[in-house]
């Protein structure tokens, strides 16, 4: 299982420190979160702060895009070079022409699926994109609650991937923690994201290492 915190519950006045801890107590990838008070009800950081967090991190950056107008956050962050790039497919009327543009400028394009969008959406897409990511919170905050219907969502994206030969990976979002991560992996998550969970315990490594199954 790989680990991605997610730095909205990082101390933000502290913020290349909580970065650097994270990376050094074992994260693979820190998950930033991109929120335009749209599409969802909050507002965090554009790509001056991000352009710092990737400067204090040793592990690549998965971005997560909660915005409307996806295409033109996708031009502010595409130079940052994330090792993910991923967007709502709600909010995306062509999503295989804004999949190409990201893969043809070097980032592997990923898409998300809020709680109620189900998996058969993805069926003409799954083999254009290196990742789905889905949603076990509604987007907006960190900390919430973990929504159980995400395990069923899991394993029929896993059966989807099989059937399609497809490399993509499954990622997680939302009230990741300790008592969920072994139904997570024995459904088929790949990369959890956790926030919360990581930032709010007084030893990251110790924490990293509980969902790293
Ligand atoms: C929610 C974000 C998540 C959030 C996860 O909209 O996409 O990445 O930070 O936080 P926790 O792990 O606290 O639910
Ligand atoms: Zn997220």
Redesign the pocket.
Known sequence: MYVAP????ADFGNLSNEIKAVCEAGADLI?V?V?DGHF?P?LTIGPLVVKAAKQASTKPLDI?L?VENIPFFVDLFLPLQPKFLSFHIEEEKHPLRLISHIRDNGVSPAIVLNPHTPISTLKHIIQEVDMVLL??????????K?IPSVIEKIKELKELIYKTNSTCMIEV?????GLNISELDEAGADIV???????SSNDYAESIKALKL
Do not use: K
């Open positions: 997610s730095i909205l519950s998950h979160d929120m969802v909050n997560h909660m949603m076990s919170v509604n987007p907006g905050f960190g900390g919430q973990f979002d939302g009230g990741v923690n994201v956790a926030g919360n969970y990581i930032f």
